[in-house]
Structures are given as structure tokens and as C-alpha cells.
């Protein structure tokens, strides 16, 4: 039987590649890989998953061309503005992670109406990490930490001030574009994640992609560090 995860976290890489093999402008594969991303949304609530995390944009991004940068957020920002209602229409609820001091206000601005405007949807939660990165995230927790007072925690405590507090952990980790690394996303959550590598350049990851990905996740056996 397929076995579905209830937490699936994907790295969304190869746009630029993807289209650069083309011999078009870098952000026409990122265009190409927002109307994959949606299809692999609209996947997931098929199947039954109830959490997607998709890495957006890291920390590490800034480094990037301005241009390029620039045209990243304006197209997240218009599929936000555009998208949003249909998405609350279909039960999916927005969450965003990450850093908030450095995006554009109106991006910004953005995400906490997507986020208010689906707070209630409960078919598929869809988390968007946008401008973050797992050590940012740990440090972040840790200066909550501080300001809390306490003394000596638990892990169980110390997960309440990571910006994934009270969501599972991801069973599996999808990256595409035949890349093999973390590249510091989900790093406190991830210990006993599931990771599988798909040579597929993002925008060429469809459902039929996805599928094989859940299919190989279903035949390994989780132990969690015991003997079964």
C-alpha cells in the first residue's frame, strides 16, 4: 500500500537551470516553477497530505543578482494576490516561516492577508518558507529563549519557539534538480526525515514525479533510531 506522508517537505530547485537549457531568462523558470508548484498543492490535497513545506526563498538567496531578487518577490507577491482566494475556496490554508525584517513591505503585506484570509481552511496547510534558513531559524529561537527567562529546557520546549512550533515533523524530504544536499532547510526538524533526490529539474516535477517519490518513501522502514 502507498503510504502517504503526513508532513512532506520539498527544496524547489532547478528553475534557473531549467531554463537557461531553453535559452531563456532565469525568471522564466521560476514563472514555470510557481505553475508547478501549485499543481504539486493541488497533488498533495489529493492525496491526502496535511502538511507542504516549500523552501521559497533562503537566507542564502540575497546573494543573487538584485534583478533577479527583485522579479522573485514581484512574482511571489502576484501569485499571492491572485491566487489566495482560490486556494481558501479549495481549503488550503496559508502559513509563511522565516526571517520578516527584510522583505518588501508589500510582499509582506501580502502574506499576512494570504495567511488571515485562510486561517480557517483545514484540508491541506501549505507553509512557505520565505527568507529563511534552519540556522537562522535555531538562532532566532534561542534569542526567545533568552527573553523567556528559563533556565534549562527540553527539546519538546524548545520546538514551541521554532517557527514550525506545533507541526509534525517532515516524513519525507523531496529536492529535485539531482542536487544531494541539505542547504540549511529544516535542519532541527529533519533528524528522522526521510530524504529522496529526484534528478528532475523542478519545473518538470509533476504529479507522475511526485508520485514515485511517495512510492520509494512507502517501501523504507522508519525506526527512529530502534530495531524493528
Known sequence: MT???KHL???????????????LPRIAG????????EEIVYS????????LTLYTFSTENWKRPTT????????????????????RKKGI??????????????TLRVMREAEEQTKDCNSLTVILAVDYGGRDEIVRAINKLLKSGLESITEEEFSKFLDLANTPDPDLLIRTAGEERI????????????????QVY????????????IEDYSCRKRRFGAVL
Open 202 to 213: 523542478w519545473p518538470d516535477f509533476t504529479k507522475e514525479e511526485l508520485m514515485k517519490a
Open 68 to 87: 533577479e531578487v527583485k522579479a522573485l518577490f514581484e512574482l511571489f507577491e502576484s501569485y499571492l494576490s491572485k491566487r489566495t482566494a482560490e486556494l
Open 93 to 106: 490554508r496559508l502559513r509563511f516561516i522565516g526571517r520578516k525584517d527584510r522583505i518588501p513591505r508589500s
Open 44 to 51: 498533495c490535497q489529493e492525496l491526502g497530505v496535511e502538511f
Open 183 to 198: 542547504s540549511n532547510f529544516l535542519l532541527w526538524h529533519i533528524a528522522y526525515t526521510e530524504f529522496y533526490f529526484s
Open 9 to 23: 517537505a520539498i527544496i524547489m530547485d532547478g528553475n534557473g537551470r531549467w531554463a537557461q537549457e531553453r535559452g
Open 3 to 5: 503510504r502517504i506522508p
Open 30 to 37: 521560476h514563472y514555470e516553477g510557481v505553475k508547478r508548484a
